[in-house]
T-cell receptor, first 116, second 114 residues
Framework: GAGVSQSPSNKVTEKGKDVELRCDPI?????LYWYRQSLGQGLEFLIY????????KSGLPSDRFSAERTGGSVSTLTIQRTQQEDSAVYLC??????????????FGNGTRLTVT | GDSVTQMEGPVTLSEEACLTI???????????LFWYVQYPGEGLQLLLK?????DKGSNKGFEATYRKETTSFHLEKGSVQVSDSAVYFC?????????????FGSGTQLTVLP
């Protein structure tokens, strides 16, 4: 079946511009995560959505970052006034209902963001 | 806070060589432990996991044992193949209130030469 889909796969933007990154989780998955993978770094947790609960935004690095999830499915990560240090691969992942902390995440292929 | 430290790469091996990638964790309590693999051009995918002390996860010839006494989860394979070339991430997972968070290591790039 279809996996987690992210778009665009690559995005080049100028410093100061806003960007939107999209994630389509696996159909029926209730939990959705955004991570950031910077060059030579591990994956950095950004935000977590679980069903209709308030999202866990504790990983967002600044108020320039925001995310929403419409209808419990598609999610958009928005970065305003992009900076060069925002350049990274942004990964989305989802898990099905009933998942626990023992359950694996299903990742998309990521969006590579380059801020020039 | 919780953290995961894994062996820095890159690692280059010849085909059929033995592989060990070290991973240690710090955590309050007993997290679940994972190895994820990222093949070129693809997203991360679960390679193996262990959910309690002394558990051994295994898949595709890879193994890792959850060692509580040394807080380690080293990844091993007795004979690597060219197709194993990828980035390997160690991770720990804990449940914190209403959120579940996965803490990743920095990744180890493995290249296997024919």
């Amino acid at each position: 079946g279809a996996g987690v889909s992210q778009s665009p796969s690559n995005k080049v933007t100028e410093k100061g511009k806003d960007v939107e990154l999209r994630c389509d989780p696996i159909s029926g998955h209730t939990a959705l995560y955004w991570y950031r993978q910077s060059l030579g770094q591990g994956l950095e947790f950004l935000i977590y959505f679980q069903g209709n609960s308030a999202p866990d935004k504790s990983g967002l690095p600044s108020d320039r970052f925001s995310a929403e999830r419409t209808g419990g499915s598609v999610s958009t990560l928005t970065i305003q006034r992009t900076q060069q240090e925002d350049s990274a691969v942004y990964l989305c992942a989802s898990t099905p209902p009933g998942s626990s902390y023992n359950s694996p995440l299903h990742f998309g292929n990521g969006t590579r963001l380059t801020v020039t | 806070g919780d953290s995961v430290t894994q062996m820095e790469g890159p690692v280059t091996l010849s085909e059929e060589a033995c592989l060990t990638i070290n991973c240690t964790y710090t955590a309050t309590g007993y997290p679940s432990l994972f190895w994820y693999v990222q093949y070129p051009g693809e997203g991360l995918q679960l390679l193996l996991k262990a959910t309690k002390a002394d558990d051994k996860g295994s898949n595709k010839g890879f193994e890792a044992t959850y060692r509580k006494e040394t807080t380690s989860f080293h990844l091993e394979k007795g004979s690597v193949q060219v197709s194993d070339s990828a980035v390997y991430f160690c991770a720990s997972s804990f449940s914190s209130g209403s959120a579940r968070q996965l803490t990743f290591g920095s990744g180890t790039q493995l290249t296997v030469l024919p």
